[in-house]
């Protein structure tokens, strides 16, 4: 195993151990304790198909759990139930470069490149899976190589200034509100004529956070003009003090935001992150 894997599963022993205390506490986000209880619940959620197609969430369903916990869920289901195989699967943003997710089913042993700004500490190379550093705006990748694009929680942060947590490069550091867009143009050009691009992006009322940003109905409209797909589909979930519920966007059209770097935005509802998501299905 590479150092910083050894390194990595030690953090997760030492946060496991402290999980009593993180419940004791009250289950707030982000203390010691809240990884191993958002890991098990994702793996539960996935492994239990808690998200499926037009069918309301368990109830108390990921309080204070951020909207991991939702959208990996909801990204198996759309992969598992697709009338098509995988194929060449393109993650833009590096969001399912974790052990507990490239394990599972029909990640595992995928034909996989995994593409991001900047070099992580762990990686899974030995598994057999390719990394990629660079923009996802300007890619070297040949056209339509790709039968499925990912991009989970990635595009709120493209155009904005990733300096803060992905990269040292001041060139990142950008406050493009439409830098999405640039990139939603080279997904579609990478990917084959009938693949499939899943992506999600916390959704509400706009506002811009620096390093991320909060898709309103504008924008979302303008993500799927610019990628002019055959078919879409378009799913909401909300967070709420009882937990993630599946929502309409009328019901998630002023929804907010906790920047847990900040601090900005924090409520009394234990929200970890977005209090909205949007899940969108792009079909070439």
């Given at each position: ?59 108390s369903f990921g309080i ?52 991001t700004l900047a070099p ?34 990635t595009l709120e942060h ?127």
């Amino acid at each position: 195993m590479h150092i910083n894997g050894l390194l990595f599963r030690l953090k997760e022993l030492a946060d496991a151990t402290a999980s009593p205390l993180y419940l004791l506490r009250g289950r707030q986000p982000w203390s010691v304790g809240y990884y191993t209880m958002k890991k098990s619940c994702i793996e539960a959620a996935i492994d239990g198909s808690a998200v499926r197609t037009g069918q309301p969430l368990p109830d108390s369903f990921g309080i204070a759990i951020d909207e991991r916990v939702v959208e990996y869920p909801w990204l198996f289901d759309r992969l598992r139930r697709g009338d098509r195989p995988l194929g060449r699967v393109l993650d833009a943003g590096s969001t399912l470069n974790h052990e507990f997710i490239l394990d599972r089913e029909p990640l595992r042993g995928a034909d996989l490149t995994i593409m991001t700004l900047a070099p992580e500490k762990r990686c899974y190379w030995y598994k057999g899976y390719s990394y990629v550093f660079g923009d996802f705006r300007k890619t070297r990748f040949q056209d339509q190589v790709f039968d499925t694009i990912i991009s989970i929680s990635t595009l709120e942060h493209v155009g904005l200034d990733n300096t803060i947590l992905y990269t040292n490069d001041p060139a990142k550091s950008e406050a493009n509100k439409y830098g999405f867009v640039d990139a939603i143009r080279e997904f579609k050009r990478i990917l084959a004529p009938g693949g499939r691009c899943l992506i999600t992006v916390p959704y509400g009322r706009y506002e811009n956070f620096d390093w991320f940003q909060i898709f309103d109905k504008e924008m979302i409209q303008t993500l799927i003009e610019t990628f002019s797909p055959a078919f879409f589909d378009l799913e909401f979930f909300q967070y709420g003090p009882a937990g993630w519920k599946r929502a309409s966007e009328m019901e998630v059209i002023d929804a907010t935001a906790f920047d847990p770097h900040s601090g900005r935005g924090r409520l009394n509802d234990r929200a970890a992150c977005a209090r909205a998501i949007s899940c969108v299905q792009l079909t070439a």
